[in-house]
């Protein structure tokens, strides 16, 4: 009675495939279980040799007769592995072969249970894609954090290196007016060395804070409408006696380049070029600054007649501290944020910088923005 209540219990276990083999192998119960699993009906596949669900290469390499040969030897052989359905898919299975003896010892056949694991393997597979994917983005981010703080380190040197220039200058024109070395009347000139300075340490450090706010994001422009021209003249008129045997012409649309953005850091990019090409034309010359206007972008260009860039640094030129490796620059002073900077805001403005240099001959940077209409 218990023996036929188990069989019908074995019979309609649904989730696994349970069944049994004569020592040969033939198959000559079935369950429930296993018509779901392997697509068989029982009246299909009674009668059939078990190795009728192995692929064809495992078939052919006599794995089934193997594995009934170390469940004979072991009493039991267990796997994971491929099994093929009826409709000739594949699933993940695991498998356990249990030889089955009588009480004299000898071998009536075998049961085998199998369990189909294909969902519990998609469901690793997709975990270890997961375990990829989270290993490198905390590797990526280790990457950033070893960039920062390479950047930090960078920061650190620059800020003392060209922060120490116009201190020693400062320092020793304090020296001089300590001990009245200075004649009264050269103190207005002092004063303007000293204001120059001033401004370019200001300069270096207003470089450092926006690249930081840059680097965490915090970078908030402000919104204005404003004539792209007006702020052209502005900076124009702050270089202008800076100029040391450079000269500056102004050309181009005379009709107002309305754009939108923040205006304090429009003229910030303006200022940078115009610093650039009086720093990078030593011996001098025409620097032409040209207003412009073309499919819906202002445009603001400025050229010079200098240095001029060789093709293979190009690439350096937008790159933080991307100063170029030139005997040039060895004494002209800066720290290669300049530039960089004034792309990042131009694209955050919906514009950019474009250039085109040659060497010897001079460089042209232009500065584009949307034109607000309306
Ligand atoms: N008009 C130019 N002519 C020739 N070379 C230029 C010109 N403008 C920039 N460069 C080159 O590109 C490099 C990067 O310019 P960028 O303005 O970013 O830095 P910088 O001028 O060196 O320093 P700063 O941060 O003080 O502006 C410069 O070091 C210089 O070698
Ligand atoms: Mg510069």
Sequence with gaps: MLGDQFALFVSSVVDYAI????????ITTWNEGAERIKGYRA???????????????????????????????????????????????RFWASVVITAVRDETGR??????????????????????????????????????????ERTKTEFLNLASHELRGPLTVLRGYNSMLEDGSIPPDQVPAVARILDAKLAQMDLLIEQMLETARLEHDSLELFRDRFDLGDVAQEQLDVFRPLAQGQFFVMSGTDVP?????????????????????????????????TMG????????????????IAR?????????????PTEHNVTIPGTGLGLFLCKEIAVRHGGDITVRSAPGVGSEFTLTLPVTTG
Aim: glycine content about 10%; proline content about 3%; overall charge negative.
């Design 43 to 89: 009246d299909e596949i009674v009668g059939k040799h078990f190795s009728i669900f192995y692929p064809l290469e495992d078939a052919r390499n006599g794995k089934p007769d193997w594995e009934l040969e170390v469940a004979r030897r072991e009493g039991r052989y267990q796997e994971e592995g491929w099994r093929v359905r009826k409709d000739g898919t």
């Design 312 to 324: 293979d640094h190009l690439p350096l030129l937008f790159t933080r501290f991307g100063r170029l």
């Design 19 to 26: 069944f049994m083999l004569d020592p040969t192998g033939v």
């Design 107 to 148: 071998l009536c056949g075998f049961g085998k249970v199998t369990r189909d694991l294909t969902e519990q393997r998609a469901q690793e597979i997709q975990r270890n894609v997961e375990r990829d994917r989270e290993a490198m983005q905390l590797r990526a981010h280790a990457e950033r954090m070893a960039d920062l």
């Design 293 to 308: 206007c073309r499919d819906s972008m202002a445009s603001v260009s400025v050229r010079d007649h200098g240095l001029g």
């Design 257 to 289: 380049l309305v754009v939108e953005g923040d205006r304090a850091r429009i003229g910030t990019i303006i200022a940078n070029l115009l610093d650039n090409a009086l720093k990078y034309s030593p011996e001098g010359g025409e620097i032409c600054v």
